[in-house]
């Protein structure tokens, strides 16, 4: 430090300016830097990856701040959350809280096929405060459920519940045609140019996020990049068609 300030000392004596100034510019330069965020994403990105990110990311970037949403509440919420949240993610089928019993606490949900049997399966693991996602097929087709456990104190009360439509999220895609959204290893969505049978479907996702969480396969309908992403306890997969 002292290094530092005879440094500063001989500037201001050389320059013949204010000693202050000097000083104070010279310490934001070398000292201590404003840092400077690089905002041109397309010069980091090849062109690739961009098409990728954009065929995705809107729908991504709606499912994980459903996940933030749910997962930052550890107790039993009020009316006014409800009303905020499903402000927020208007696209939910399903937004509810069950106790440990299985009886639904909030009838606030579209859709009423809710596997509440397998999210109560769980039973005390739900203490690790975790979210948890579940795939379910009904009379509507597939749906993606997320679970979050409250609490009182440290006692284990319910859970929050939240599901969704895939083939409607897929929706918020600039290209849901060239969209896959794989969910637990199962095709919850296929676009067209993403569904044929020899590629995206019988390759066995839960292996292939075990060994990494983005690579490329070769499909009837050409190159498909995948990227991994965490949703709750397991994987959703994003398709792209390229």
Do not use: H
Request: hydrophobic share 45%; with cysteine; charged share 20%.
């Amino acid at each position: 430090m002292k290094y530092i300030v005879a440094l500063l000392a001989c500037l201001c004596l050389c320059s013949g300016c204010n000693p202050w100034k000097t000083t104070k510019g010279v310490y934001k330069e070398y000292v201590n830097p404003e840092p400077r965020l690089c905002l041109d994403v397309q010069a980091a990105c090849t062109p690739g990856e961009l098409r990728q990110a954009s065929v995705f990311g809107p729908v991504d970037i709606r499912l994980d701040a459903l996940r933030e949403g749910l997962s930052a509440r550890d107790s039993f919420p009020g009316d006014r959350w409800f009303e905020e949240t499903r402000g927020l993610f208007p696209w939910l089928e399903v937004l509810t809280a069950v106790d440990m019993t299985g009886d639904v606490l909030v009838q606030d949900s579209v859709n009423s096929e809710i596997p509440v049997d397998r999210l109560l399966a769980y039973g005390d693991e739900w203490k690790d405060r975790d979210a948890r996602m579940i795939v379910a097929s009904g009379a509507n087709g597939i749906r993606v459920f997320l679970g979050t456990p409250f609490f009182r104190g440290t006692t284990l009360q319910g859970l929050l519940v939240a599901g969704f439509d895939p083939e409607l999220m897929a929706g918020f895609s600039p290209a849901p045609d060239s969209l896959g959204i794989i969910a637990d290893g199962a095709p919850a969505w296929l676009g067209a140019n993403v569904a044929d049978g020899a590629g995206s479907v019988d390759t066995s996702w839960k292996e292939m996020v075990a060994s990494g969480v983005r690579g490329r396969i070769s499909a009837g309908t050409g190159d498909i990049a995948w990227i991994g992403r965490r949703f709750g306890d397991k994987w959703i997969v994003y398709l792209v068609s390229m």
